[in-house]
C-alpha cells in the first residue's frame, strides 16, 4: 500500500523555524518527483514546493521562497521542508503529496501535519 | 502566477441532479488541468488529470473537458457520497496554483 506520513507539525512562535518530515512506503520513492501542499483551516490548497527524483530540481511558491528548503533522501525513502522566518500566515495543514509521475499532478496525499504560528 | 477562477464557489443539487463545475484560466495552460475532490475531514483525491482523463478507481459519473482557458467538471448524476469541495489546478507553469473551489452539498 502506497503510504506518505508527515511529522513534525508543531506550534511555533512567529519568526521562528521548524522541519517537517514525510515517510514514504509502498513505491519506489526515488522514481518521483514529491511536492508539500498546505492548507489553511478552512481554507483552500496552496501548493508550497516541489523536488524532482534526484533532488537536482527544485521550485517554490512565492510565499515561502527563500524562507522555506525542500530537500529529500532517496536512502531512507524521506522528504523533508525547512522553514524558518515563519509567519502566522504560514498556519497550515502541510500535505506530504506524490507525483503521478513528473507532471506535477498529485495522486496521492498524506494525512498532514499541523503547523501553527502564533505567540 | 496563473489565476485559476472556479465558480460556483457553492453549490446544492438533488439527488441525480447533473452538476457542472467551471473553472476558468487567466492564460491558456493547453490540457494541464487536473481536479481534486476533498470531502468533509479528509485530504483531497485526484479525479481527473490533463482535462478529461479519469484517475483509476473514479467513478464514470464524473467527466473532465476543456482546454485553453475554459474547463469543467461534470457530474453527470450526484449521488450522496459527492459531497465534497472540489479544486481544479493547472500544471502548466509554475508557480502550480489550485482554484479556490467548489463546495457541493446535497439538498
Redesign the interface.
Known sequence: EVQLVESGGVVVQPGGSLRLSCAASGFNFDDYTM?WVRQAPGK????VS?ISWDGGTT????SVKGRFTISRDNSKNSLYLQMNSLRTEDTAFY?CVKD?AT?????I????TLVTVSS | ?IQLTQSPSSLSASVGDRVTITCRASQGISSAL?W?Q?KPGK????LI??ASNL?SGVPSRFSGSGSGTDFTLTISSLQPEDLSTY?C?Q?NS????????TRVEIK
Open positions: 511536492h483552500g490548497l496552496e501548493w516541489l521550485y517554490y511558491a512565492d500535505y503521478i507532471d506535477d499532478v498529485f495522486d496525499w498524506g494525512q498532514g | 502566477a487536473a481534486y476533498q485530504t483531497p483525491k485526484l488529470f490533463e484517475d479544486y489546478q500544471f509554475y508557480p502550480l496554483t489550485f482554484g479556490g473551489g
